[in-house]
């Protein structure tokens, strides 16, 4: 069966990361955009982040510019705006596409494992999935969730 730890994506350097060094950890993984009405998300992100990455929890940040170009075309300045406008430490990946032909392997495969309310894909900015230890996809949250909401899901499997 295969499982988020399976994949393979690409730091913002471009260097390939597997995602098996996250073997054990909880994660949310989460579609992210510097210039949407849901980037003030990234402030409760870092702080579930803050709270229980010394439990085995991380946050892993995919920027992505399919809804309405509210990304960044560099990487480097998606970063410099993260850290400095919202603090962010966790792990932050290269942009990626989250839907469609092109989309990321690693975004086919949570969106196939938990669809949405109304279709499969990725409707938005901030969808986020929550995988277990094991690397199994256990909950998905709509954009307009706050992260905050997640928190109670998040330790049951801590």
Known sequence: MTTVFDFK???TTGDEVALDAYKGKVLVVVNTASKCGFTPQFEELQKLYDTYKDQGFEVLGFPSDQF???EFDDIDETMSF???NYGVSFPMFAKVDVKG???EPLFQHLVSEK???LSEGIKWNFTKFLVDR???VVKRYAPQTSPAKIEEDL???L
């Open 82 to 84: 993260c850290q400095r």
């Open 9 to 11: 994506v690409k730091a």
């Open 134 to 136: 094991e690397g199994n």
């Open 68 to 70: 309405n170009n509210q």
């Open 115 to 117: 669809k949405g309310l």
């Open 155 to 157: 330790v049951k499997y």
């Open 101 to 103: 032909d092109q989309a």
